[in-house]
């Protein structure tokens, strides 16, 4: 069954579409859009990485670009198109927290000893991720 994209809410430039769940964070450090993310025992979030146990785990990924020390968006549910998702060829496959490049979400599991995986959700597009961070 697909959700129907219906305006629930609308904030500023942002609009909260019925299926999706976005929170908010303020940043510790300068977040891109499409970065996985966790949250700190302070509630601040971070770049995720599978390599580095205390930036884990990723709570999902983020909607726009953060400065530091500013509030941003972050998907925990949901469907999430962006240009810096390149996954061409890989629609249908899981995506996990990367462990060699800092908030990345990639295809391609960690296997090395001492990384976390964590499945991040599902490559839905070349161009999009269908954050479920719950899996």
């Not at 601040?44 to 205390?54: E, L, V």
């Not at 927290?97 to 490559?123: H, K, M, N």
Request: glycine fraction near 12%; avoid cysteine.
């Amino acid at each position: 069954m697909t959700l129907r994209k219906r305006v629930v809410h609308r904030t500023d430039q942002s609009e909260i579409i019925e299926g999706l769940q976005d929170e908010a964070f303020i940043s510790l450090e300068t977040i891109t859009e499409a970065d996985s993310v966790y949250v700190n025992a302070s509630g601040y979030m971070g770049r995720a990485r599978a390599n580095a146990s205390g930036t884990m785990h990723a709570i999902g990924a983020a909607v726009r670009s953060t400065a530091s020390g500013l509030r941003g968006p972050v998907r925990v549910r949901g469907r999430l198109t962006s240009a810096n998702f390149s996954y061409s060829g890989y629609i249908g496959s899981n995506a996990y927290v990367d462990a060699a490049a800092v908030g990345v979400a990639t295809r391609t599991q960690p296997s090395a000893s001492g990384e976390i995986v964590q499945q991040i959700g599902f490559i839905v597009g070349r161009t999009t991720l269908l954050i479920a961070t719950g899996v």
